[in-house]
């Protein structure tokens, strides 16, 4: 075995994924340096097999062994770039715990980042999901990626249009962007901070604190409290977070549902289009709760699927598919997970 390319086979992946779900890699690299891709895609007895980049695993489902290469990446590092006017640059490595980042910014006198403070996961998977809780996403915060190419074996940077981010969608969940993998991300985060309070819940668990005008790590302490209180420790009750994403229809659409279901949850999107609740709709069809082996959904929050113990990824399918079924019976709508299924 190269000391560079330490290669385990047949790796158990039960304690890389936040589902919690048993089964094994054919292969598995734990990648600490850039130079260990260049290898592997340069190498022909690894370049034709099939590969699998693996950050914290929190937005996966795997439901079968997988037959190539894993490739973990673990990069690591952190650093204040540079500031201009308007922004402070900070940087972080994809292997990096992002919840930890957060905090590490936070430590810094750096406010931008607090809304996204505890949701599971690597730096690395940030722009991929373009994720977003308590009315950020990432897109609002960000400057730039680094990434390798295996088609070139090269390393280039992309800025935010080149990333094309939509709702929790990026040119790397694209046929022509899933390929490249992400070295590390760059955020600018804004000089003249001002809490973001856009989300209800966030601004009324502040005020009934007493707190008129917080700062950043106030933000963040709540943000994680919340959190904490609705949602499963992965650590505890395996889950990927949020399973399904809030679909998005048209006024037209809305007003229609309106008519047959006052209470439907519902917000109005810049375009005219309107978000809708998944988490509602799955809790009106009766799922929070509920059971189907060893997969069920958490009693606090119709929108996060569990592993209860023991559950496969077939368990978890099933009762995905079951959940989509029923709400797209009674509403017209068709949940998307969020997770992707290996």
Same mark, same amino acid.
């Given at each position: 075995?190269?000391?560079?390319?330490?290669?385990?086979?047949?790796?158990?992946?039960?304690?890389?994924?936040?589902?919690?779900?048993?089964?094994?890699?054919?292969?598995?690299?734990?990648?600490?340096?850039?130079?260990?891709?260049?290898?592997?895609?340069?190498?022909?007895?690894?370049?034709?097999?099939?590969?699998?980049?693996?950050?914290?695993?929190?937005?996966?489902?795997?439901?079968? @062994?997988?037959?190539?290469?894993?490739?973990?990446?673990?990069?690591?590092?952190?650093?204040? =770039?540079?500031?201009?006017?308007?922004?402070?640059?900070?940087?972080?490595?994809?292997?990096?715990?992002?919840?930890?980042?957060?905090?590490?910014?936070?430590?810094?006198?750096?406010?931008?980042?607090?809304?996204?403070?505890?949701?599971? #996961?690597?730096?690395?998977?940030?722009?991929?999901?373009?994720? #977003?809780?308590?009315?950020?996403?990432?897109?609002?915060?960000?400057?730039?990626?680094?990434?390798?190419?295996?088609?070139?074996?090269?390393?280039?940077?992309?800025?935010?249009?080149?990333?094309?981010?939509?709702?929790?969608?990026?040119?790397?969940?694209?046929?022509?962007?899933?390929?490249?993998?992400?070295?590390?991300?760059?955020?600018?985060?804004?000089?003249?901070?001002?809490?973001?309070? *856009?989300?209800?819940?966030?601004?009324?668990?502040?005020?009934?604190?007493?707190?008129?005008?917080?700062? %950043?790590?106030?933000?963040?302490?709540?943000?994680?409290?919340?959190?904490? /209180?609705?949602?499963?420790?992965?650590?505890?009750?395996?889950?990927?977070?949020?399973?399904?994403?809030?679909?998005?229809?048209?006024?037209?659409?809305?007003?229609?549902?309106?008519? /047959?279901?006052?209470?439907?949850?519902?917000? %109005?999107?810049?375009?005219?289009?309107?978000?809708?609740?998944?988490?509602?709709?799955? @809790?009106?069809?009766?799922?929070?709760?509920?059971?189907?082996?060893?997969?069920?959904?958490?009693?606090?929050?119709? =929108?996060?699927?569990?592993?209860?113990?023991?559950?496969?990824?077939? @368990?978890?399918?099933?009762?995905? *598919?079951?959940?989509?079924?029923?709400?797209?019976?009674?509403?017209?709508? =068709?949940?998307?997970?969020?997770?992707?299924?290996?």
């Amino acid at each position: 075995m190269h000391p560079q390319f330490p290669i385990q086979y047949q790796f158990p992946l039960q304690s890389l994924n936040t589902f919690g779900i048993a089964a094994s890699a054919h292969a598995y690299l734990r990648v600490t340096k850039t130079e260990q891709l260049l290898g592997v895609f340069a190498d022909a007895a690894w370049v034709s097999l099939p590969k699998l980049v693996l950050g914290g695993g929190s937005n996966l489902l795997l439901t079968k @062994d997988f037959p190539g290469l894993v490739l973990h990446i673990a990069l690591q590092g952190r650093e204040v =770039l540079a500031s201009d006017e308007h922004h402070h640059y900070v940087r972080a490595a994809a292997g990096e715990n992002w919840h930890e980042f957060v905090q590490w910014t936070l430590a810094q006198g750096l406010g931008g980042l607090e809304n996204l403070s505890l949701i599971p #996961g690597t730096v690395g998977a940030v722009p991929i999901q373009n994720i #977003g809780a308590y009315g950020l996403e990432t897109k609002d915060v960000f400057h730039s990626v680094t990434v390798f190419d295996p088609a070139t074996s090269s390393t280039r940077t992309m800025d935010a249009a080149a990333c094309r981010f939509g709702y929790r969608d990026s040119i790397f969940k694209q046929d022509d962007g899933r390929h490249l993998i992400i070295v590390d991300v760059c955020f600018a985060l804004p000089k003249q901070w001002q809490p973001n309070l *856009r989300y209800a819940e966030l601004a009324q668990a502040l005020a009934e604190q007493g707190i008129a005008t917080p700062s %950043a790590q106030q933000v963040a302490d709540t943000v994680i409290a919340i959190r904490r /209180r609705k949602l499963p420790d992965p650590a505890v009750i395996g889950n990927a977070g949020s399973f399904f994403k809030n679909p998005v229809v048209t006024g037209a659409q809305c007003a229609a549902l309106l008519e /047959r279901f006052p209470t439907l949850v519902h917000h %109005a999107q810049p375009d005219g289009s309107e978000k809708l609740a998944a988490g509602w709709l799955i @809790d009106q069809c009766g799922w929070k709760g509920r059971t189907m082996g060893a997969a069920g959904v958490y009693p606090k929050q119709a =929108l996060v699927l569990v592993n209860n113990g023991g559950a496969q990824g077939a @368990d978890v399918v099933a009762l995905a *598919r079951a959940i989509q079924a029923d709400v797209q019976a009674r509403y017209g709508v =068709l949940l998307e997970p969020e997770p992707v299924f290996i």
